[in-house]
């Protein structure tokens, strides 16, 4: 018997697998996810920023893990936070994938985001699964300006 796939896990399946492999939100996540949106209790200016990953553009599936995509999409979304001089607090995913792909990737790639935002400070806060004809993930970083701090600009850089 082969290995489970999206299509097989279904969504459910799926999220119901991965928010078991993250580790409990600290405490400016009021509502995390499994819900329908996430509540964060953040004091201070909010800083956002939202970066994709295409399959084929900015990884492949012979040169990268689940885990390494999962970290790299978590560090690149949390690095333009931490850029703008926020700590990173947050993060949300979005997963557009073929239904033939491993669900142990996607685990893995859960893996890999909730081991990046450790390291970061952060937690995953919520995201979405959907269909696609390649893999394709957006993610959303949410940092919070602190000390009255305004943002660190590139005009002046």
Known sequence: MGEDTLGTV??????ASVLARYPAAPDVVRVGPGDDAAVLDLAGPVVV???????GRDFRFDWSTGTEVGVKTAAQNLADVAAMGARPVA???????????????????ADGLAD???RAGASVVGGDVSAASEVVLTG???????????????SGA
Request: aromatic share 2%; with cysteine; net charge negative.
């Open 116 to 118: 990046e935002c450790t």
């Open 91 to 109: 993060l949300l995913v979005s997963l557009a994938a073929p239904a033939e792909l491993p669900a142990g990737w996607a685990r893995d790639l």
């Open 10 to 15: 279904g969504e459910d399946g799926l999220v």
């Open 140 to 154: 959303t970083a949410l940092g919070v300006l602190e000390g009255g701090r305004g943002p660190l600009l590139r």
């Open 49 to 55: 920023s939202t970066d994709t990953l295409v399959e």
